[in-house]
């Protein structure tokens, strides 16, 4: 599935990446085909940041507010959608790295801008989550700080 799409806002396009090597046909190929690999892996990458923007925020509402002794501040809440953003953006930048290995110029750069991306929509979905789990009656010991 081709999810790069998404991130196009601030990663640049197909033809933003690979125009600059149009000047030699070994790196234009070359750079063609690290955008195809990432691309054929994006789903994972899509992936990535709603079960860690889902998960951190479930987890910041039940077992950490379960613990005793917790302040249950906007504090607490802000410190674990940080903590989402720091997550994604390494485990993305990880897989990434690992998975397509840059081999040209700005390769890495382009992979940093993309876990970028995620971190911030896997915030936009901590978010959300914080939202419905506030206007719901899933069980909490938390501030519900979006209570309508």
Known sequence: MKLLKLYNWFAGSKSDFIESFRENEKLYMQAKNF???LDNLSIIIFLIFIVLGISLAAYYYKPYNDKP???????????FLFLTLGVTFALTFGFEYFAVKPTVKGATWLEAKIAICNGLYAVVMYFFTSIVWC???LPTNACRIFKK
């Not at 002794?69 to 410190?79: D, V």
């Open 135 to 137: 206007n719901s009656n």
């Open 35 to 37: 955008w195809d690999k």
């Open 69 to 79: 002794g917790r302040r249950y501040t906007l504090g607490h809440w802000a410190f």
